[in-house]
């Protein structure tokens, strides 16, 4: 099966090189991470290879030549590192030890070896704001070990008037309730900014820091290209004044937006988020990356991170200006406010703002999806699955794909019963929908034999998609035109100079319209044309771009009726429905 998945690639590779004359010009990046394209994988989701209904890391493995074929520059694998699973990976035992239903140590090794020799870059998640509470660290701190008191956030509490124990502070979990839990050993509360099982570490404790160091260095040595790191904006909150005490957090402005006491939302995070130790601990991750690669030598190793903050902090994460940062702070401006009924102009604002306020020297991100959220093609509707894609790998910069965005896989359905998700199983059967990230997180879709040929168990542990017989990784092979496949030509023309360096030029037009070009002086020109309305358009793309009289199809949506390679005439175009379309100058 996967021999003949290969041999369909190599088939659609050869037959889709139509505009030969573009790939001559392909550049050599300044460093393998800038204009990259990333891919997330989520190992329990992938493949896997033994049969239990759980993804591992030889499926990964296995799976590793089809990304290359793709033509991904690198993969990041959400955690694999020992966890009692309660957030699936997210809530580490053992930071220098893998996952037994994952593999081995030798799997791990194995898969980076495999990885250098297709030319696939690996990236690990580091979770640096969190252990679980099975770790042994967390356990010494319970006992009070020395060298391990104040690894966590710990503190009395106070006692209110009935004589009863109350938390430090009224903060709230981001997975619903008090972030405060009491530990009957120590007698003592203990933060945890996510989940129960998953204790915050203490950040202002400089032993902690050096630890967390320790951890990045020795999954280095194993050979990794880099890390993406978890939950930027939690690292740290506000310390305890003199007597010991937190500070309670105000109640949002508009109540009405979130007026359940025990949600996370209904309070307005000022001591809890986006403290500014936390940017400053990134720029030390960055120094001890650079300092790697002095000391070992090799190539770059990247850092991407993860943070649902303000613009200004996303911004401040690429570096203050003293010191680097983040070399691709996830893009989740453009993930959160792209919606589905975002008009052309608001679209077009979003990508500007971005390109606007970058720092110097760096380069820009575009995401859609991660394990957190809605997949895109559900949220922003399969129709037009196509021409998100076209939109964010003809951007500048770093394009980053979640697993399955290539075949435009859409949430999968996930009853209450099978929901395992602790952000899902925190709340009810009536409305366990709105919090679940199950459903983005089913089964990658590789055939249309038993479970998508994801796993040949009898229940694996997310069902697959109901539509996978369907829409499948094999299918869009052999098709004669798919999302993958467009996918996949999108990837190589992104190799392109005009589409590495050439500057954006973008506007909307109406409600419905976004076009835009990349050029580099003597070379090609392609404007870029995407239509998110429902009406067909005419227009003169000349008044905006100078394509002369002859422009030639590069790729377009499924649905178009456009063929690659046709030659269409730039005064009289017509921008189908939901449809994306690369033109290029003849
Ligand atoms: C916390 O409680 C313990 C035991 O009651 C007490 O010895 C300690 O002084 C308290 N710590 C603070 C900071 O109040
Ligand atoms: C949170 O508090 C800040 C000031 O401390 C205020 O500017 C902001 O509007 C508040 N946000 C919400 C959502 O209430
Ligand atoms: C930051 O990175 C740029 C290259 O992007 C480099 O020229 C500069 O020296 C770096 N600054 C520091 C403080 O490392
Ligand atoms: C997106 O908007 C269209 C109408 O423009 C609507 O038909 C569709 O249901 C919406 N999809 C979602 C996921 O909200
Ligand atoms: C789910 O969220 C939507 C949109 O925020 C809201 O309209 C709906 O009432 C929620 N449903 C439940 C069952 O909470
Ligand atoms: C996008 C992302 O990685 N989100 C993770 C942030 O951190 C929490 C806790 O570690 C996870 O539950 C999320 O999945
Ligand atoms: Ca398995
Ligand atoms: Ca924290």
């Not at 939950?231 to 309670?248: A, C, Q, V, W, Y």
């Not at 975002?342 to 971005?354: F, G, L, N």
């Not at 939109?391 to 395992?420: H, I, K, R, S």
Request: some cysteine; glycine content about 6%.
């Amino acid at each position: 099966m996967i021999a003949t998945l290969i041999m369909h690639i190599c088939h659609v590779l050869l037959t889709t090189a139509t505009f030969l004359g573009l790939y001559t010009n392909i550049v050599r990046s300044k460093e393998w991470w800038d204009g990259a394209n990333y891919y997330q994988i989520y190992p329990r989701s992938f493949q896997d290879s033994n049969g239990d209904g759980i993804g591992d890391l030889n499926g990964v493995t296995e799976k590793l030549q089809y990304l290359k074929d793709i033509g991904f520059t690198a993969a990041w694998l959400s955690p694999i590192f020992k966890s009692p699973m309660v957030d699936f990976g997210y809530d580490i035992s053992d930071f220098y030890a893998i996952q037994p239903e994952y593999g081995t140590m030798e799997d791990f090794k194995a898969l980076v070896a495999r990885a250098k020799q297709v030319g696939i870059r690996i990236i690990l998640d580091f979770v640096p704001n969190h252990t679980s509470d099975e770790c042994e660290w967390f356990v010494k701190s319970v006992n009070r070990e020395p060298g391990y008191e104040d690894f966590y956030v710990w503190n009395n509490g106070t006692v209110d008037s009935n004589g009863k124990r109350q938390p430090p502070s009224n903060w709230i979990s981001a997975f619903r309730y008090s972030a405060w839990e009491w530990n009957e050993q120590r007698q003592q509360y203990y933060l945890h900014q996510f989940a129960i099982k998953q204790a915050d570490l203490n950040f202002r404790n400089p032993l902690v820091v050096a630890k967390m160091k320790e951890v990045m260095s020795y999954w280095l040595d194993t050979g990794i290209s880099g890390f993406r790191i978890d939950s930027i904006p939690f690292l740290f909150e506000k310390g305890p004044d003199k007597n010991g005490n937190f500070p309670d957090e105000p109640v949002i402005d508009d109540v009405s937006v979130c007026p359940d006491p025990n949600d996370w939302c209904h309070l307005n995070h000022t001591y809890t988020q986006d403290q500014p130790e936390s940017i400053e601990m990134v720029y030390q991750w960055r120094e001890l990356v650079e300092q790697y690669r002095k000391e070992k030598g090799g190539e770059s190793r990247v850092l991407l991170t993860e943070a649902y903050t303000t613009f200004e902090n996303l911004m401040l994460s690429y570096g203050d200006g003293q010191r680097n940062g983040s070399m691709v702070p996830f893009n989740f401006y453009f993930m959160t406010n792209v919606k589905n009924d975002s008009s052309a102009q608001e679209i077009v604002d979003i990508i500007e703002r971005w390109m606007q306020s970058m720092p110097a020297g760096v380069s820009a991100n575009w995401v859609l999806g991660n394990h957190d959220n809605p997949r895109y093609s559900t949220r922003l509707g399969v129709q037009r699955a196509d021409l998100f894609a076209i939109l964010l790998q003809t951007l500048p910069g770093n394009a980053v794909t979640y697993y399955g965005e290539e075949l435009c896989m859409e949430d999968g359905e996930v009853t209450w019963e099978q929901t395992v998700d602790p952000q899902g199983c925190n709340a009810d059967p009536s409305n366990y929908q709105n919090y679940s990230r199950d459903p983005a997180r089913t089964p990658y879709q590789w055939d249309a034999s038993k479970n998508a040929g994801f796993s040949t168990a009898d229940r694996p542990w997310l069902p697959v998609a109901s539509n996978y017989r369907t829409n499948n990784a094999l299918a869009q092979l052999r098709a004669p035109k798919s999302h993958l496949q467009i996918f996949m030509k999108l990837i190589r023309l992104r190799k392109l100079r005009s589409l590495q360096d050439g500057p954006l030029k973008i506007k909307a037009i109406g409600n419905d319209i976004i076009i835009y070009s990349r050029e580099i002086s003597g070379d090609d020109l392609f404007v870029i044309v995407l239509n998110l309305g429902g009406t067909p358009q005419s227009l003169n793309i000349n008044e905006h771009f100078n394509m002369g009289s002859q422009a030639e199809v590069i790729t377009s949506s499924l649905q178009s009726a456009y063929h690659d390679g046709d030659i269409v005439d730039p005064k009289k175009y017509v921008a189908e429905p939901y449809v994306g379309v690369i033109l290029a100058k003849v």
